[in-house]
Nanobody
Framework: QVQLVESGGGLVQAGGSLRLSCAAS????????MGWFRQAPGKEREFVAA????????YYRDSVQGRFTISRDNAKNTVYLQMNSLKPEDTAVYYC???????????????WGQGTQVTVSS
């Protein structure tokens, strides 16, 4: 029912910034909570951030708190992840996800994008 396409990944130096975007198909984007997850080589996919339907509540993993900001523009059917003060350990494939309720559990999300690579060099 929903297709998600991430963009905005790339190569940046430590301390730099990137803004990831995730565009969703359909006419009912506003009913979905949205999340960002990431997966580094050899590691499990992990929760990064989530935002509820209205954008009034956000959630972050501890290691990105204060550096990353999740936001959404329901008129554009798009969710964003602003990533500041990037560190090499942030290097991963970043995925967006959608569901009717926000969750920090990876397998709790119904729809997933294909991912976008973020590489932070030192």
């Amino acid at each position: 029912q929903v297709q998600l396409v991430e963009s905005g990944g790339g190569l940046v130096q430590a301390g730099g910034s990137l803004r990831l975007s995730c565009a969703a198909s359909g006419r009912t984007f506003s009913i979905y909570a949205m999340g960002w997850f990431r997966q580094a080589p050899g590691k499990e996919r992990e929760f990064v951030a989530a935002i509820n339907r209205s954008g009034g509540s956000t959630y972050y993993r501890d290691s990105v708190q204060g550096r990353f900001t999740i936001s959404r523009d329901n008129a554009k059917n798009t969710v964003y992840l602003q990533m500041n003060s990037l560190k090499p350990e942030d290097t991963a494939v970043y995925y967006c996800a959608a569901d009717h309720s926000p969750s920090t559990v990876t397998n709790g999300w119904k729809y997933w994008g294909q991912g976008t690579q973020v590489t932070v060099s030192s």
